[in-house]
């Protein structure tokens, strides 16, 4: 009996996983992707090669931008006051399904295409969360709707934005108070990765504020009772914040740069300055452990004997999950299958590992079945969260670096500029292309992940956490 009943499971998984067909408009938007793939590695590797860090990512906006417009979508550049952000859109009506594309990379990680630590150029910045492959992969899925559109097959708005500053501003939470997600049903976004799944976990919730103490210069031995040290004030303050970490909940997170202690050695600095990051899974966690760090910030100014200024730089939700987006992913990843890689590639993938001091075990390329989105989250953060909490959000992540690669560093930005990331940009192109034809062609779909946001969100207001415009050309 027991037999018989395995057998039958086995028999419905079949069935389950053989219900889902590849239907002919989606065949379509692949031979799109396909037929773009060549422009893509291009606009892909020439985003990885200047590596444009936060809100100076011109160069790249304007690559993406062009080939957009190029392609017969309407481009609005500049949009929510930020130069290097950008729309493009095509189509009109319902439903507007969105996509998003970032291409900002991370300071000081310049990296050849090789596994081997290596610069492309000394002390310059690099890739290393994939983005050059983000924008690139978002935007030949775009104009792979626009396409199937020009057809007549399916109908609506396909929108495809193009958002900087992802790595330090987050410029997204600027763009979401501009009103640009107000028109739509529902967003798709994808983020380089080591595997290949439907993401259907959140993120943490993060507030940045700038901490400044000011104090008085005096000569650090001639007359040091006659300076107030500003730098004293900012030792203090870090003190407390490290004593303050064993009492603030497992989940919770507080980071901090210093970024001025003082010039020079035999001066009382008159000045300071540190950067500093509260993250939990809960915004309304976050919240009272910021409030409870700007007020340590006071305390080390009286004892210091200085004043003190706090400004805030930005701040973003937690990820608001969809799982029903997650589903109708999930079965576009089983129709797909996995990606397969070449004897040189899976080689260097070992080689990046061996590299950095984790098995030697190459690419992952299997497709993972739907996990269970977990309460407590680990990992990090973006301002996809803000996008989620407005508007409907289906995330994907697709591999473009090998199993248990440092993420944030040189390998990533190696894997990036070469095949093993090609595949993985192309790859991520198809399967959103192909959730979105399941939301052009299906009203009842959206109305299901719509219900589901709606849930998820219930009552909860969302206040952007930002003031005044982006800090545009700020350090």
Known sequence: MKRIILLCCALTMTIGATAQKMTTTKKTVIAAVENHKDALIKISDSIWALAETAFNESQSARILADYAEKNGLTVTRGVADIPTAFTATYGSGSPV????GEYDALPGISQKASPEKEPLQEGAAGHGCGHNLFGAASLGAAIAIKELMETGKIKGTVKFLGTPAEEKYFAKVWM?????????????????????EADVQSGLSLIDFIVEFHGQAAHASGDPWNGRSASDALELYTTGINYYREHILPSSRIHYHIQDGG???????????????????????MLPTYERVKAMAEGAAIMANVTHEISLVSGIYETLVNRTGGEIMQKNLEL????????????????????TGKPEVGMDSKIYPLKETKEIPGGGSTDVGDVSWNVPNINLGVTVAPKDTPWHSWAVVACGGMSIGHKGMVYASKAMAMTMVDLFENKKLVQKVTEEFKTRKGDEVYEPMIEGPPPIGQN
């Not at 979401?176 to 290949?196: F, R, Y």
């Not at 050695?265 to 509260?278: C, E, G, H, Q």
């Open 97 to 100: 399904i969105s996509i998003l």
């Open 263 to 285: 010039q020079v050695v035999n001066v009382v600095p008159d000045y300071a300055k540190l950067w500093v990051r509260v993250r939990d899974p809960k915004r309304k966690v």
């Open 336 to 355: 797909l299958g996995p990606i397969t890689y070449t004897a040189e590639e899976d080689a260097f993938g070992k080689a990046i590992q061996k590299a």
């Open 176 to 196: 979401v108070k501009a009103g640009l997600w107000d028109d739509v049903d529902v967003n798709i976004s994808w983020h380089p990765s080591s595997g290949i």
